[in-house]
């Protein structure tokens, strides 16, 4: 009887979905921009002067995908988040962003919102 409500409670939470993580980055500059016409690394990167593992875990090296590619985020949104991007680096102000660890781009977490602080 034990061994069936062990196979029964394992079964259970075998069966729930990986939750993903959100977290903010806050006060970082924007010291790195990549752009690629190949799609990969999601199109668009950032390169944060901020630690993006101490706001989620599963999001390490201080890079974040902003998706130009469309796949997390259509290509309109992302080129939004990208000209923020870009005009916090050009003038050198500290950015906030937010990451999810469940949305990868070549193992670089999304990056879905960016204020210029």
Known sequence: MKKIQTMIALGLFSAMPA???IGYVGGAKIDKIIVT????????MLHL??????????????WVSLSCSGEFASKSDARL???TAQLAYALDKTVQVRINDAKL???YCFA????IE
């Open 37 to 44: 016409s190949d799609g990969s690394y999601g199109g668009c």
């Open 81 to 83: 988040l990208l000209e």
């Open 105 to 107: 781009h070549n193992s």
């Open 19 to 21: 939750l993903a993580e």
């Open 112 to 115: 879905d919102f960016i204020n």
């Open 49 to 62: 002067d901020k630690r993006t593992e101490d706001a989620v875990a599963g999001c390490g090296r201080s």
